[in-house]
DNA sequence: GTCTATAAGTTGATAGAC
DNA sequence: GTCTATCAACTTATAGAC
């Protein structure tokens, strides 16, 4: 009844904020295709199935994203801005040990709290990123040159020890999303599940093994 | 026609070693098989498509390998035997800087001549291991676990620093890997492809990365 | 052993009633 | 805006001629 008198209305003189209903149910959406597209991958998911998951019929589902791709398409955009947040971390007059340690803390609580959002990015670079390419080659490569500049200071100013900046990068990302992307290895060698007790001991390891491998961990601290 | 008496000669008395045609047809067929899953993942990959990269007709993929999940399994047995091959450097009385080195060594040029292997197994895993689960929760968890000790033993004699040993082979295969798996993020950031040279300096970035993070290169040799 | 032809089912997408 | 019913295309797998 509501929803009838709402859609009288809004083709009238909508008095509700307009696009509201649109909103949640991508919301909805999304949501939903973000764990099903983790699960079985781009081509291994199914209309039905997204469907299914976000609680509404196949044809909603068209209606709001057009086609599948666009649906994908949708949840990495959602997904690449979480990624290129944390990396604001390191700034030139920041202090090295402080910063990596900031955005590998960063990293592993998105890897934590956000692991089929991982999953969803991991399995779209695998199959070499046919939707997102050119971001990758725009926008995330200026910003990560950029960020890779302020290291290069760093160590010029002998604060830190010499590791290639892109290369500090590629590993930083590897070390933290294996055990979102790779979780089905990492739990079949460990014999547990990931909880936050195996996931707080991930990140203690990450941010020691880095730190050392930067020079920023005295040798008294490395027994810790 | 040599064919023909072939076929007529093996239906009598096989002279020819048995299995010799059947092995060579299966080598290609996984051959091609590697390529095509490690680009599409095995739900993208379809039968026609196997067999097109194959060179032969659908019909006959499926007389040797039954169905197409037989046939990803078969692929994923080859490359599981690659994977658990060089941490055989990892041994009691092997100088652990050595041992660390030449194990990196071995998972670099196995990512830079196989990719596509590593592709295929960082897809399988990145679903959940459906088909090699068993596997890894059975021999690849007790091989690694066995190795970890032998870590173990370095770091209690003081020959290296106390880094977690299961939590240094996550680092240690998704550093590597990651040159494989997210090629299209790291072509992206790098801004050229990742020929002979850049993958060398990839190597030599995860070595001294990984010693260092152990407590293995010593101050001098840090700025190499 | 090899391949053409086809069966049986599933897929992404849409038309059209409500 | 929502959903049922349906489409054409494509999927894996197999039967049966050669």
Redesign the interface.
């Known amino acids: 009844m509501a929803a009838r008198r709402r859609a009288v209305v809004r083709s009238a003189a909508p008095d509700v904020k307009p696009g509201r209903i649109r909103q949640a149910q991508e919301s909805t959406i999304l949501e939903a295709a973000e764990k099903v597209f983790a ?6 998911a199914s209309m039905s199935e997204l469907a299914l998951a976000a609680g509404l019929p196949k044809s909603t589902l068209h209606y709001y994203f057009g086609t599948k791709e666009a649906l994908h398409r949708a949840v990495l955009a959602n997904i690449l801005e979480l990624w290129l947040e944390g990396i604001e971390a390191i700034q030139p007059d920041a202090e090295p040990r402080e910063a990596l340690t900031r955005y590998i803390h960063h990293k592993m609580r998105l890897t934590a709290e956000r692991p089929d959002a991982s ?1 969803v990015f ?2 779209e ?5 046919p939707q997102i ?1 050119d971001i ?2 725009g926008e ?2 200026s910003l ?2 950029r960020k890779a500049r302020v290291i290069e200071g760093w160590i010029r100013a002998g604060r830190m ?4 900046p ?6 930083l ?3 933290t ?3 979102a ?2 979780e ?3 739990t ?4 547990t599940q990931l909880g936050p007790r195996a996931m707080h ?2 990140g203690s ?2 941010e ?3 730190l ?4 920023l961990l005295e040798q008294a601290e ?2 810790q």
């Open positions: 699960r079985a991958g781009f081509a291994g999953r991991a399995n670079l695998l199959h070499g990123a390419g990758l080659r995330m490569r990560v040159r020890a010499p590791v290639d892109l290369h500090l990068f590629f590993s990302w590897a070390m999303q294996t055990y992307d790779f089905a290895q990492i079949a060698v460990l014999g001991r991930a390891h990450v020691s093994f880095v050392r491998a930067c020079g490395r027994g």
